[in-house]
């Protein structure tokens, strides 16, 4: 249980394009979602929260207008990187939020395999 | 905010020994630590987590301990070996009914096991 899918897994645009990820938990329901961003040998960088249903959170420094999220669904949140530019390669990871009550209430987070994108 | 420091960066170890990893928190609210494990390229995999109601934890090889007091939590991994080799990252968050807190990641620990 509690997998989470990605896609693609690669993209490679030109810049000034806009590139969809999608993200999506296959065997449960997601009310939230997160989305990070990974530099090469960096550690994960949250750039924002996905609500189901609702505007999403985002992190202090991030543009919401050229990471355009959107959570239609229990199921998919999709981040839209809007007019890519050179700078904006990296590796985007999403994560879905799982509610554990067994051992302690505590929110666990399932990541997906990641995007890797490349704007020329 | 909260702030995670993570330490070492790098962690050459032989195999059969042990490695440690530690973390410290600023944020004296933060009640969940998760340690996850990633390969190259590939997801992080969550390894092993504690709540700030236990001090020890401890899965195998695998154990945490947080000290709530001093406001860190090591990694402990006994009898290591070569699939050990990874990208290790702490984090922190706190727990609550809303459910949407956000983990803040420790900057991670290359972690390489010496055949």
């Known amino acids: 249980g509690a997998v989470v899918s990605q896609h693609p897994s690669w993209v490679i645009c030109k810049s000034g394009t806009s590139v969809k990820i999608e993200c999506r938990s296959l065997d449960f329901q997601a009310t939230t979602m997160f989305w990070y961003r990974q530099f090469p040998k960096q550690s994960l960088m949250l750039m924002a929260t996905s609500n189901e249903g609702s505007k999403a959170t985002y992190e202090q420094g991030v543009e919401k207008d050229k990471f355009l999220i959107n959570h239609a669904s229990l199921t998919l949140s999709t981040l839209t990187v809007t007019s890519a530019h050179p700078e904006d390669s990296s590796f985007y990871i999403c994560?879905?939020?799982?509610?554990?009550?067994?051992?302690?209430?505590?929110?666990?987070?399932?990541f997906g395999p990641g995007t890797r994108l490349t704007v020329l | 905010g909260e702030n995670v420091e993570q330490h070492p960066s790098t962690l050459s170890v032989q195999e059969g020994d042990s490695a440690v990893i530690k973390c410290t928190y600023s944020?004296?609210?933060?009640?969940?630590f998760p340690w996850y494990k990633q390969e190259l390229g590939k997801r992080p995999q969550l390894i092993i987590d504690i709540r700030s109601n236990v001090g020890e934890k401890k899965d195998q090889r695998i154990a945490v301990t947080l000290n709530k007091t001093a406001k860190h939590f090591s990694l402990h991994i006994t009898e290591t070996q070569p699939e050990d080799s990874a990208v290790y990252f702490c984090?922190?968050?706190?727990?609550?009914?809303?459910?949407?807190?956000?983990?803040?990641f420790g900057t991670g620990t290359r972690l390489t096991i010496i055949p």
């Open positions: 944020d004296s609210a933060s009640n969940y």
């Open positions: 984090a922190a968050s706190m727990w609550s009914n809303f459910g949407n807190e956000k983990l803040t």
């Open positions: 994560s879905a939020r799982v509610v554990r009550l067994a051992g302690g209430p505590r929110n666990e987070q399932f």
